[in-house]
């Protein structure tokens, strides 16, 4: 019988949206680490179709990103930005493809916690596409904007709960 607690679960249950920083610095080797770690997560036909723009707290664009989301505030308090993005040249599947980003995202968040930092999803960030890429000056035709992850340490701990599992279980186990 296998551990039914261990590192990775118990990451996984800890694990909160963060969106509020300390004004301490994230290392570009922590950022380094959470990118290795996305870059990992699993791909259809394992095309790794996302792309990376990592920029560090105090980099011009990230205030011009603050005003492109109603995030702005976790923007602008984070430490480190990770935009991900598709490669359009890359992609086979629309919604595979995004999944796949999504996968590469959930990695991102829980390498972040797994390093003491708090990192929080902003996707409401992919309504105003065109704008961010403007701003970080990508090229739209060549890329689709999937998500922008906000890290910091921690200034306030996230509290998302959940449903409890047997409201989510189709049929009961
Ligand atoms: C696809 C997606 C989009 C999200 N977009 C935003 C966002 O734009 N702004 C934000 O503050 N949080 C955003 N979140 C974070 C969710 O609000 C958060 O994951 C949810 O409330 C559960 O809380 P928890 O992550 O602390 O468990 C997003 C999460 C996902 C997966």
Redesign the pocket.
Known sequence: MPELDNPVLHAIRE?????RYTEEPVSADEVRAMLEAARWAPSGKNNQPWRFLAIMGGDARQQALAEL???GS?VQAAKALIVVALDKSAMYHQIKDHQSC?AA??NI?LAAHSLGLGA??????VSRERQVFEALSLDPDAYELA??A?IGRPSRQ?????KPLADLLIEPL
């Open positions: 694990r909160r949206s963060v969106r989301t109603r995030s976790a999504g995202m959930q968040l929080v999803w902003l996707g409401e960030i998500a922008v906000a996230g509290s998302g709960q959940r």
